[in-house]
């Protein structure tokens, strides 16, 4: 008895260490967000789509220009994320796949490190942390990447390249190589065995099913977005402006260790509350006023995309109450058909139902769907859904002013957005962090916040 109970304390402390490793490995840094061997392991299931004697490159996103010389924060494209975990512009992937075998072989190609440059922006990442990173062994520089593509393009049949006009005007990060200046037909007219696809489908695929350690990233994603909701509930008082309740959103996204808001977070108040993607928040909130708060933390490249909408003085009166009810039902009618199997369009058949039924129909002006994960609306056919899909569940109705409803109606809108993780015999809640329901929002809205912002009333 005794020793099995030693070795049942045993199983659990190499589990404990087991767990604790794999924590470490996921949540040590953004950089180390994904492990290289699922990077790898993606680039060997991409390759495995691919036909017999391709090449595939990609390159990174290039930074963007807000204003004069002043670029925007960085954002790596999702794809070329998706196979490398490398977040700097500059860098080139090349996949090739080697006769009819699934071996292949991939290159990264980076930046020469430049210590004039390197003292203004940082260093490019080092070769040695590339390859820890991305699990790539044979990293280049981009300085080669033109005679390297020129050779291995001889004899190929097959070039997977997606070309964008924005790569075209990048000055730093482009090589000499004629491909970035040249189209498609050109490319073929100078390979005349070579034929050019998008990758962009078959990428589609595999991100379209999320891997543990992604599931994983997004659940924090979505934990962060839903305090950050939290504690805008708690805080929000008529008189505030849109732009104060973003910032209390956003402060919570940064302090979590979130990168950055996914999308421009939407706070539309009264009137504002009807436009989907309001986003200027610059309006002043009154009593009476609904607030749509439709938001979502960026973590480690992934993307929550949560909604909620509340009274700013804490209470929904007769209307709102009457309609928010409405939505609720038709967002609780959505989640219990979401299930493997079931198709795509039928989460927003039945939220429709439950609306038109209620005769809001003409109110309820969008989809209910979207994937989600790297992108917000996330990449991927929409067909019947499959176990480790994500998705979001997010109807709404809004009326607003001159409609043909009575005017007490006017200028309420309400969307509630929940996000979904497709499981085997259902799906599970993912943003249940946050209430949704009149009760819950409203007892919330009693509470003080607990915490400490430095400017603690900012009306
Ligand atoms: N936040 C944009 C959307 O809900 O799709
Ligand atoms: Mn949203
Ligand atoms: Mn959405």
């Known amino acids: 008895m005794k020793t099995r109970k030693n070795l049942k304390y045993l199983i659990f402390l190499f589990f404990c260490g087991w767990f604790h490793f794999h924590l470490q490995a996921s949540f040590a840094g953004d950089s180390f967000a994904i492990l290289a061997q699922e990077f790898a392991k993606r680039r060997a299931a991409f390759v495995q789509k691919m036909p017999d004697s391709s090449l595939a490159i990609f390159f990174a996103a290039p930074s963007k220009t807000r204003s004069n010389d002043v670029p ?7 794809n070329f994320y998706y196979l490398t975990g490398v977040s700097q512009p500059n860098t080139i992937l090349l996949i090739a796949r080697n006769g009819s075998e699934q071996s292949h072989e991939a290159v990264l190609f980076m930046p020469r490190p430049h210590p004039y440059l390197a003292s203004w922006d940082g260093a490019p990442l080092s070769e040695d942390k590339a390859k820890k990173l991305s699990g790539i062994a044979t990293v280049k520089l981009t300085d080669d ?9 001889a004899n190929r049949r097959n070039l997977f390249y997606t070309f964008r ?11 000499r190589f004629f491909i970035s200046h040249q189209s498609t037909q050109a490319l073929q007219e100078k390979y005349p065995g070579l034929t050019v696809h998008s990758p962009s489908a078959f990428l589609a695929q595999l991100r379209q099913i999320k891997s543990p350690a992604e599931i994983a990233l997004m659940r924090r994603a979505i934990a962060i977005t839903c305090d950050a909701l939290t504690e805008a509930m708690r805080r929000a008082r008529p008189g505030m402006f849109e732009y104060q309740l973003e910032a209390i959103i956003e402060f919570v996204f940064k302090r979590e260790g979130a990168e950055y808001p996914a999308f421009p977070s939407i706070i539309g108040s009264g009137p504002n509350s009807t436009v989907l993607h309001h986003a200027s928040n610059r309006r002043k909130t009154a009593d009476g006023d609904l607030v749509v708060m439709d938001v979502g933390a960026e973590f480690c490249g992934y993307s929550a995309d949560v909604t909620r909408t509340m009274p700013v003085n804490g209470k929904f009166n007769d209307r ?5 009810e409405i939505v ?3 967002q609780k009618a959505a989640l219990a058909i979401i299930k493997p199997g079931a198709p795509f369009r039928a989460a927003h058949e039945a939220a429709k139902a439950v609306i038109d039924n209620a005769g809001y129909g003409p109110y309820f002006t ?11 609306h996330d990449v991927g056919e929409r067909k019947p859904l499959l176990a ?27 969307r509630v957005e929940d996000d979904v993780l497709v499981t085997a015999d259902g799906c599970e809640i993912l943003s249940i962090g946050v209430p949704r329901e009149i009760a819950e929002i409203e007892k919330l809205m009693r509470q003080k916040s607990a915490s400490d912002f430095s400017s603690s009333d900012v009306q």
């Open 72 to 78: 925007y924060e960085y954002r790596q494209d999702s």
């Open 366 to 376: 969008h989809g209910t769907s979207h994937y989600l994960g790297l992108d917000t």
């Open 388 to 414: 480790g899909m994500v998705i979001t569940v997010e109807p709404g109705i809004y009326i607003p002013e001159g409609a043909a409803l009575d005017r007490a109606y006017w200028n309420i809108g309400i």
């Open 145 to 153: 990447f033109d005679d390297e593509l020129t050779s291995r393009l």
């Open 320 to 324: 709102q109450r009457e309609i928010y």
């Open 165 to 175: 006009n924005e790569l075209l005007q990048e000055p730093v990060s482009r090589t």
């Open 328 to 330: 609720l039902r038709a």
